[in-house]
């Protein structure tokens, strides 16, 4: 019975210290993209690299053009 009680604490305690470890996980990264472009086909206007600019963080969030 004393054995009994033994392995049941032994066993109560390295349970409880494998479930209290702190494993931190890397997050994913999450990528929005979006391309907002107003053309014409008939337009000889040109859009350049310069006009489309990347956001980070929340200013993803609270700007749409």
């Known amino acids: ?8 604490l ?7 210290a494998v479930g209290c470890q702190n494993h931190k996980k890397k997050l994913p990264r ?7 472009i107003e053309s014409s086909t008939f337009s000889p206007a040109v859009s350049h690299e310069d ?15």
């Open 1 to 8: 019975m004393k054995k009994l009680f033994s392995t049941s």
């Open 10 to 16: 032994l066993l109560a305690i390295l349970i409880s």
């Open 30 to 36: 999450i990528a929005i993209a979006g391309l907002a």
């Open 51 to 65: 006009a489309f600019r990347a956001r980070y963080g929340d200013s993803v969030f609270s700007y749409y053009p």
